[in-house]
């Protein structure tokens, strides 16, 4: 599966924001645990959240749960995760992916693959 992410501007501090990421090829989508990642300038690839191919099982970072959504759209091939009361220290560039390898280190980078270009979200103070 190839997997583009779209969505990201510039929005003030308290604002929203929805990202969306698009799946292609032909990889049954709707079995894949999809992810959302951040990485700032200088910093690693960092977790945001994640979903279950059906839906059961939802993740967050602690810096985002109560302010992030992710969801999906399987029929879509779609994901997405809407952001509210965003801060400046959401500012980065924003990734999807798809996971790839299964350990208990759920937010390491390193498990999910398919990444696309990702989306620049900057959030101003």
């Known amino acids: 599966v190839q997997l583009q992410a779209s969505g990201g501007g510039l929005v003030q501090a308290g604002g929203s924001l929805t990202l969306s990421c698009a799946a292609s090829g032909r990889s049954t989508f709707s079995s894949k645990t999809m992810a959302w990642f951040r990485q700032a300038p200088g910093n690693e690839r960092e977790f945001v959240g994640s979903m279950s191919g059906n839906g059961d099982q939802i993740l967050y970072a602690d810096s985002v749960k109560g302010r992030f959504t992710i969801s999906r759209d399987n029929a879509k091939r779609m994901a997405y995760l809407q952001m509210n009361s965003l801060k400046p220290e959401d500012t980065a560039v924003y990734y999807c992916?798809?996971?790839?390898?299964?350990?208990?280190?759920?937010?390491?980078?390193?498990?999910?693959?398919?990444w696309g270009q990702g989306t620049l979200v900057t959030v101003s103070s």
């Open positions: 992916g798809v996971r790839q390898v299964w350990t208990s280190s759920y937010y390491s980078a390193w498990q999910y693959g398919s």
